[in-house]
């Protein structure tokens, strides 16, 4: 079974600065996609960026982009120029391969608590 | 951008009673989807639901869920006889496909509270 791993339950970053959330996967499958989601106060569950594991150039969204080693299974995001309102739950995913039978079956991590200091 | 609406965003209920967690998915989509999330904890797969039917189901979906498109526009998520355990944020899910670019949309949640 898929797993996903983030080993930090609370991140804080400066305004402005720019913070890493770490995030490791295990799976045995080589066509996947990964996520990052936000969830703020509201509890809403907001897709951030995604990145398909056969490309090797990472994705980038504005102020976020992400850090894929494919071969280490590690998925990490960066978010540059830290503004308050990216303060919230940040969970990354996991979703295989129409081909391995999965639907939209999401696996999720356990998720990072960013704090954004004025 | 379309949005997937969950009702109501908060329900209460005694331990052993009936709910019903309503969904209206995003208008042309054919694929949906609950989530769960237990406070402080990961989300949770819990069904699939296409073409009128339950296409994949989590072994947390077990006889006392059920899920129903009961008027072509509507999808909703029963808990026949809620446990205390029961007590989460219910995300309902939908997408236009299941290819791999897909973009899956959720809606707000609904956080049951079994008393």
């Known amino acids: 079974a898929q797993t996903v791993t983030q080993s930090q339950p609370e991140m804080s970053v400066q305004e402005a600065e720019t913070v890493t959330l770490s995030c490791t996967y295990d799976?045995?499958?080589?066509?996947?996609?990964l996520f990052w989601y936000k969830q703020p106060p509201s509890r809403q569950m907001i897709l951030v960026i995604r990145?398909?594991?056969?490309?090797?150039q990472n994705a980038t969204e504005n102020r976020f982009s992400v850090n894929f080693q494919k071969a280490a299974k590690s998925f990490s995001l960066k978010i540059s120029d830290s503004q308050l309102g990216d303060a919230a739950m940040y969970f990354c995913?996991?979703?295989?391969?129409?081909?391995?039978?999965?639907?939209?079956?999401?696996?999720f991590g356990t998720g990072t608590k960013l704090q954004v200091i004025p | 951008e379309p949005e997937v609406t969950q009702t109501p965003s908060h329900q209460v209920t005694q331990m052993g009673q009936e709910v019903i967690l309503r969904c209206v998915p995003i208008?042309?989509?054919?694929?949906f989807y609950w989530y769960r999330q237990i406070l402080g904890q990961k989300v949770e797969f819990l069904v699939s639901?296409?073409?009128?039917?339950?296409?994949?189901k989590s072994e947390i979906f077990d006889d006392q869920f059920s899920v129903e498109r009961p008027d072509g526009s509507n999808f909703t998520l029963k808990i026949r006889s809620t446990k205390l355990e029961d007590s989460a944020m219910y995300f309902c899910?939908?997408?236009?496909?299941?290819?791999?670019?897909?973009?899956?949309?959720f809606g707000s949640g609904t956080q049951l509270s079994v008393l």
């Open positions: 208008s042309n989509h054919l694929y």
């Open positions: 899910a939908s997408s236009e496909g299941t290819g791999l670019s897909e973009k899956l949309f």
């Open positions: 799976t045995s499958e080589s066509d996947y996609y």
């Open positions: 639901f296409y073409n009128n039917e339950i296409s994949e």
């Open positions: 990145q398909e594991a056969y490309k090797q």
């Open positions: 995913a996991y979703r295989e391969d129409l081909n391995s039978g999965g639907y939209q079956k999401v696996t």
